[in-house]
């Protein structure tokens, strides 16, 4: 039985700047579970302004920012449009949001990747 890695690091373009100025570039995105997914849809900033679902989803999946103790909301907020549009693009990657890149997701992750029989187009919940 071979073991698939649930994380992925990366490499923001421009960096989340924190109040004390560090700048924290590096960070790793864990693949996202139905309630990621689902659970936030609930949350009234959601069902305000249904783009803020992009922002929620992003910080339960981002696990690691520098030396950051804690990703929430607040984080991916200040984030600069080419990081959160970079970790979007990631997001779905990873998650197989869109239907390109399969084969390469799988040998990153180490392991094979099957297409869902349910929902031959995935759902695109980061999309703004």
Same mark, same amino acid.
């Given at each position: 039985?071979?073991?698939?890695?649930?994380?992925?690091?990366?490499?923001?373009?421009?960096?989340?700047?924190?109040? *004390?100025?560090?700048?924290?570039?590096?960070?790793?995105?864990?693949?996202?579970?139905?309630? *990621?997914?689902? @659970?936030?849809?609930?949350?009234?900033?959601? =069902?305000?302004?249904?783009?803020?679902?992009?922002?929620? +989803?992003?910080?339960?999946?981002?696990?690691?920012?520098?030396?950051?103790?804690?990703?929430?909301?607040? +984080?991916?907020?200040?984030?600069?449009?080419? /990081?959160?549009?970079?970790? =979007?693009? @990631?997001?779905?990657?990873?998650? =197989? +949001?869109? /239907?390109?890149?399969?084969?390469?997701?799988?040998?990153?992750?180490?392991?094979?990747?099957?297409?869902?029989? +349910?929902?031959?187009?995935?759902?695109?919940?980061? =999309?703004?």
């Amino acid at each position: 039985m071979s073991v698939i890695s649930t994380e992925v690091e990366f490499t923001l373009p421009i960096g989340y700047r924190d109040s *004390d100025g560090t700048l924290h570039r590096q960070g790793v995105m864990r693949l996202a579970t139905a309630g *990621d997914e689902i @659970l936030p849809l609930k949350d009234h900033r959601v =069902q305000a302004n249904p783009s803020y679902l992009a922002i929620i +989803v992003l910080s339960r999946v981002v696990v690691k920012l520098g030396t950051l103790e804690m990703i929430n909301t607040k +984080v991916i907020e200040e984030l600069f449009s080419a /990081d959160f549009n970079a970790l =979007q693009q @990631l997001y779905n990657r990873i998650n =197989q +949001v869109d /239907d390109a890149g399969t084969a390469a997701l799988a040998e990153e992750l180490g392991g094979p990747l099957g297409k869902s029989e +349910v929902w031959p187009h995935p759902i695109n919940f980061t =999309q703004r």
